[in-house]
């Protein structure tokens, strides 16, 4: 069988987690390649022989990005500090699994063990046995992308933000004498 393509969507710094991209691609093993798609500041990581393959992509186009996302099979958040998780959202719009570090803005938007997985920070063991766990069970994998597409367009799409926006300021406005 082809091998599990998981996509990582950040920049390379240590608070998007660009320094645990080699551990995790190493836990991984070599039924996954990982694409990360990043500006490529800094040395690219030295994966093991035994880790998962590693490609990098950079200067996208939206619907280059767009396409990155459909083709993957998981989208992984190495991020360690998130405002707002929106590479994990736009992976849950396109029907994907989301794995990521338990940090705010990610546990905002990803539902533990059902659009997706939430692990220790820094465990990228913990993060590969999720994605490992993934590959072996592809009924369950596309159960988690289905509700995720389904909790993006619930919860965070365009006409829910509007919507809250114009309540918001309606409120504001009843407020005033």
Known sequence: SRPSRILIVGNMSRRKGGDLI???CNALGQDFEVTVVAGLRGDMPDVSPRGASLGFLKGLSESALIDQYQAADIVVSLSRHEGFGYTALEGMACGKPVVAFRVSGLKD???DGETGFLVDVDDTAAMARACQALRLDPTRAAELGANGRER????FSEAVAAAAHLELYQSLLDSQP
């Not at 993006?152 to 919860?155: D, M, P």
């Open 152 to 155: 993006s367009v619930r919860h």
């Open 22 to 24: 080699a551990p995790f």
């Open 109 to 111: 938007v990803i539902e």
